[in-house]
């Protein structure tokens, strides 16, 4: 069974860093593609950052390059979302997902959005 398990959420003050982790498991984490996707309430999705871990390929969404930092620990089978400098537009509920045809960017420039599997979701609230 494919699971997708974030954890790290919660509530931080504005300018402050949170770390969020996603544990992946039963499915072969070297060949997929991991990428850290959110929602807002009333927005559509958003690509935040994926990453290949087979050659630690990164991609960024505009909104967050320069704060946040995507890394893996194929050894634990573990994707990690620094986040920096965070602000109250960063609000938004963070889902982990995972694609067998890697990261890349759709014609917009947006990370691609087109997940095998997605977990479940962990909020973040930044605080004014």
């Known amino acids: 069974e494919v699971q997708l398990v974030e954890s790290g959420g919660g509530l931080v003050q504005a300018g402050k860093s949170l770390r969020l982790s996603c544990a992946a498991s039963g499915f072969t984490f070297d060949d997929y593609g991991i990428g850290w996707f959110r929602q807002a309430p009333g927005k559509e999705r958003e690509g935040v950052s994926c990453i290949s871990t087979s050659d630690g390929r990164t991609y960024y969404g505009d909104s967050v390059k320069g704060r946040f930092t995507i890394s893996s620990d194929n050894a634990k089978n573990t994707v990690y979302l620094q986040m920096n400098s965070l602000k109250p537009e960063d609000t938004a509920v963070y889902y982990c997902?995972?694609?067998?045809?890697?990261?890349?960017?759709?014609?917009?420039?947006?990370?691609?959005?087109?997940?095998?599997?997605w977990g479940k979701g962990t909020l973040i609230t930044v605080s004014s």
């Open positions: 997902a995972a694609s067998l045809w890697g990261c890349t960017y759709d014609d917009l420039g947006s990370i691609y959005s087109g997940m095998d599997y």
